[in-house]
């Protein structure tokens, strides 16, 4: 019943979660494009108000007319409406399956005592640490010197992510690590809207209902952060969906993959955003961005590309005992969470409904199971104990065609 009840859990929590980021992404793509497509007001009567930019668009009918003030206007609207509750729950829900998961069952998901000896207690308080940390690190290098330069931040970031890429990947197991790399952007980045961004607006509006002058730092600010999300976002998007992927996160190399995939996120994403400031440049925007991103996916596809392997004596035991052995290992190894009616707990049924229960099914599946075992992905955590010379075996007898 607590394997059924986890399992419902983890479907709800996922769905608030995907419902959420989504309106949180939706929104915070729709402004970064509304703020670079703003032009110089054609009323002056706009202008005296304080407009600094307007925007005319169609959509579902009917006609709008945006306005953006240099600061604020000069008279508050009895209804202003926010924009906040969708980053903060993508945040809750996705910090309940971190714990419900990565941290509940962090044996299985988190630890991977080939890659660290790390005990359960100690991989949860590091998880959480790479948490906290990284904001606090993100916020104090943007509220220091450095964070006036923006290519300086730029590069002071790249090498810190990339460092906490390579120490989570030498941490944790493959997909575990992931995760924790994109918890921590995805923390960053509400953070960002939690202490800084609405904050800041708070302050223009509280500065105007007393008669104050409002100071345009705060939303000089809150743009940055906000330009920072937008990057942030499409590397978040990727770590999401990277656990159906283990020839990601179970590459040997795996922190440069996230490394690479990431960057790859960031170029294309400096691409849309530079297309939506074309009106400025007479309709042309560089392609240097989008091509980089794309060359760097081409290069992560072509270096984790399968290689053909060569004789390997220790796969002796699968070219003697042949089919026979391999049932025997997967069997030992895989059954348990693989079958109509899995015995390994925390599992109602198998993983991605994979069963390698019958010979029919074992041969059925040889492409999946070579990627799975390559990567080192299966068995999750390597739970029921597969030994080096076991994979080795299983792979050898499926580049020799899976003889049977």
């Excluded at 790399?181 to 500065?207: K, Y």
Aim: with cysteine; net charge positive.
């Amino acid at each position: 019943m607590s394997a059924y009840l986890l399992e419902w859990l983890s479907l709800l929590g996922r769905w608030l979660h995907l419902v959420a980021g989504i309106a949180w992404i939706g929104s915070s793509f729709y402004f970064i494009w509304l703020d670079n497509h703003l032009v110089t007001p054609t009323d002056p009567a706009l202008a005296r108000r304080g407009v600094a930019g307007e925007l005319w668009s169609v959509h579902g009918g009917g006609f709008y007319n945006a306005h953006k003030y240099r600061v604020a206007p000069e008279t508050l609207p009895p209804v202003l409406h926010w924009f906040y509750w969708e980053a903060y729950t993508t945040f809750l829900s996705g910090f309940f399956l971190l714990c419900l998961l990565y941290y509940g069952q962090a044996e299985v998901y988190l630890v991977d005592p080939t890659v660290s000896a790390v005990s359960k207690p100690a991989a949860i308080a590091i998880g959480i640490a790479f948490l906290i940390g990284g904001w606090l690190i993100y916020d104090g290098l943007c509220r220091s010197p450095l964070g006036r330069n923006a290519r300086a931040l730029a590069v002071a970031l790249t090498v810190l992510l990339s460092a906490a890429a390579w120490a989570l990947c030498h941490l944790f197991s493959g997909r575990g690590a992931y995760m924790e790399f994109g918890a921590m952007l995805g923390t960053i980045m509400v953070a960002n809207v939690f202490f800084v961004i609405i904050p800041g607006q708070r302050e223009l509006v509280r500065a105007k209902q007393e008669g104050r002058e409002p100071d345009p730092k705060h939303g000089i600010a809150g743009k940055l952060r906000s330009t920072h999300n937008t990057y942030f976002t499409l590397p978040v998007l990727f770590v999401m969906i990277s656990h159906h992927y283990a020839m990601t996160y179970g590459a040997r190399e795996n922190w440069l993959v996230l490394i690479a995939i990431c960057a790859a996120g960031v170029s294309m994403r400096l691409y849309f955003v530079a297309r939506h400031k074309a009106h400025e440049r007479n309709g042309r925007t560089s392609l240097l961005p989008a091509a980089l991103g794309l060359l760097t996916l081409a290069g992560v596809a072509f270096a984790l590309m399968p290689r053909p392997r060569g004789g390997d004596a220790r796969g002796g035991l699968a070219a003697n005992g042949g089919f026979v052995r391999i049932q025997a290992i997967v069997a030992q190894r895989c059954i348990s969470c693989h079958s109509p009616n899995p015995t390994q707990s925390g599992f109602t049924a198998a993983p991605n409904g994979l069963l390698l229960d019958t010979p029919e099914r074992i041969l059925a599946h040889t492409e999946q199971m070579r990627q799975q075992i390559a990567t080192r992905a299966m068995p999750l955590g390597n739970i029921t104990g597969i030994t080096e010379e076991e994979r080795t075996e299983m792979l050898t007898w499926i580049d020799r065609g899976a003889p049977h």
